[in-house]
Structure formats: C-alpha cells, structure tokens
C-alpha cells in the first residue's frame, strides 16, 4: 500500500495518543471505518513506526543531555580553575600555611576528580569532548603548580 496524506494524518493522530492508542479512536478522528485503520496500521507497519519514532527521540534526548551535561562540566572546570589562580594568589608569599588553606585546595581538587573524566563517544558530541579534556588538563596543571606553591610557602 501506498501511503497517503490521509494515512500519514492518521498515523500521526494515532502517535499523538501516547499511550492511549487505539485505530478506534483514530478511525472517528479522522472519519472512517475501525477496519479501514486497523488495516492501514498493519499494512504501513504503525507499531514499527511507533516504535522507530520513540527510540530517535530517545537517542536525541540522550545525546543533548550529554551536551548539556559535557557544558555544565566545562562551566564548573572553569570556576575551578579562576578558584585555583586566587589559591595560588593566596599562597603566594606566605611563609606559613594554615589547615584552612589547604582545605580549599583539598576541595578544589576533589571538586575537579568529580567533574572528569567525562566518557563520551566523540562522533556523538564532536569537538566538546575534547574540550572537556584540554580543560582537565588545564585544571590539573594548574592544581600541581598550587600543590608546587604550597610546598614552597610551607618551607
């Protein structure tokens, strides 16, 4: 069977009933016979559709939550790393350290060990994924040159 705007009307009202479908249903939608839709279900493979459909969406939810997520990460990363330049600022030029200071790094650095890695596959969020792990890599740099600065002020 061919399928026509008529077909694709009724799939379409038919996929808009969620989980309430019924050929019923969309045959007094759409104005004729429950037979005739139960056979255009069968013949243009509704369920099949319904079923296609459900899981793009879900795939394409999925991937922006993990783009979202993959920004959110680099948001915080970012914060991390303006915290660990005043860190360092701090340090710098003290002769002692107190547990205070060295909580803040310790939160620092724990803070960063929760954001990374980030495991995504590459071809489904491009270039952000690499971003992610210039910015670990940054963060980590700079994390060592304040553990560098604390042991320096500390002697």
């Known amino acids: ?10 799939f379409e009202a038919y996929y808009k009933m969620g989980t ?7 045959a007094t939608k759409v104005g004729v016979k429950p037979e005739t839709v139960e056979k255009w ?14 899981k793009e969406i879900a795939d394409r ?30 340090v710098d030029g003290k002769t002692s350290i107190d547990l205070d200071t060295v909580k803040i790094l310790d939160s620092l650095v ?14 489904s ?3 952000k994924a690499e971003a992610v792990n210039n910015e670990t890599s940054d963060t980590m740099n700079q994390i060592d040159a304040s553990l560098q600065a604390l042991k320096g002020g500390a002697n």
């Open 1 to 10: 069977m061919r399928e026509t705007l008529q077909h694709r009307d009724a």
């Open 20 to 26: 309430n479908r019924s050929c019923t249903k969309v």
């Open 41 to 54: 279900s069968k013949e243009l493979q509704w369920q099949q559709r319904v079923e296609d459909r459900d």
């Open 61 to 90: 939810v999925a991937k922006k939550n993990i783009e979202e997520d993959i920004d959110t990460r680099l948001i915080l990363n970012k914060a991390i790393n303006k915290s660990v330049h005043i860190y360092i600022t701090m």
């Open 110 to 123: 724990n803070s960063h060990i929760k954001l990374t890695p980030v495991e995504v596959k590459a071809e």
């Open 125 to 127: 969020v491009g270039t």
